[in-house]
């Protein structure tokens, strides 16, 4: 909630002041707030979220400036694809300083825990039941199996 606050905030000043730099330093500002704030159980979900947290900010301050307009779907459209191409660099930035600030505070120990867990639900796994009649294999214990007389077999 930090990051999209301080970066919702820069983006519609940004958009009233008409000075671009102001979107994505307000960007930057909340990924460095958000990874210093973020509580280190939390990391793994930080440092996935700021491209997403950067889209929905961005298309919601475009939305927010061209309400009064006469087109807005198109002034929402030109200015979703202006904003986005003009702040790409300050995304990135972003998400490499996240990155940067969540690594030493525990981000590899959440990726550690997250891949332990999912090898303890067996997802990565081949299922041992997967096909339960195999005629090519000997059954295990490795003696094979007895044929049955006509007879027997009924």
Partial sequence: MVLAGIALAGALLSRWLDLGVLAGAGFLAGCVLAALATR????????????????????????????GEPSPVRGVAVGLLTALASTAP????????????????????NVRELRDRLAGSRLFEQEENENPVRWEEPPAGGRGRRRLSPDEAD
């Fill in 90 to 109: 300050w995304l990135f930035g972003g998400t490499l300083l996240t990155l940067l600030i969540t690594v030493p505070r525990g981000l590899p120990a």
């Fill in 40 to 67: 280190p159980a939390d990391l793994l979900t930080l440092a996935v979220s700021p491209p997403a947290v950067f889209l929905a900010v961005t298309v919601l301050a475009e939305i927010v400036t061209t309400l």
